[in-house]
């Protein structure tokens, strides 16, 4: 197989997303026993079954962008394909965290070290999403404007 080194320094963005794609069909595979109220599926997931939905839907929400930013093929610098793939996951990861943790999805943020590292860990995750996503975003933009062909209508 013939490699574009252009698609191969973004290979890291896809290879994510079709790690994130599969933990969405997982978590579909857990809805469902959710909906069927198996115990075991319960026992992981105590908290909202919202939770659970809302982690799935972001789990495809970024997999569609990973795939999108790969198939752009606009070469990305390492620093923002990392904070891409790693944002993707923790932003995703925050609503199974609350699934999984109930007492991290009150009104009132919970006193102690664990919710203090889950909101820490919200932050970063917010910081490296918006970082990754957006530096992505405005590189995508600005190699539009590089690669115009000539506006001549004929």
């Known amino acids: 197989m013939n490699r574009n080194p252009t698609l191969a320094e973004n290979l890291l963005l896809l290879r994510a ?3 994130w794609l599969l933990m969405a069909l997982c978590l ?3 809805l469902v026993f959710l909906k069927f109220d198996l115990a075991f599926i ?3 997931f105590p908290g909202k079954f919202t939770r659970v939905l809302q982690a799935h839907l972001d789990f495809l929400l970024m997999t569609a962008l990973l ?3 790969y198939a752009v093929k606009v070469p990305l610098p390492a620093t923002v394909r990392w904070c891409m793939v790693i944002g993707a996951f923790t932003n995703s990861s925050l609503f199974m965290a609350q699934a999984i943790f109930p007492i ?3 009104q009132t ?3 102690g070290l664990f919710p203090s590292i889950f909101r820490l860990y919200l932050m970063a995750s917010l910081l490296i999403t918006s970082y990754g996503f957006g530096r992505g975003a405005v590189i995508v ?3 539009t404007f590089k690669a115009l062909p000539d506006d001549h209508d004929g």
Do not use: Y
């Open 17 to 19: 997303a079709v790690m």
């Open 28 to 30: 579909a595979w857990c």
């Open 42 to 44: 319960k026992m992981i």
């Open 67 to 69: 795939f999108g930013f």
């Open 104 to 106: 991290l999805d009150s």
């Open 109 to 111: 943020p919970p006193e």
């Open 141 to 143: 933009l600005l190699s």
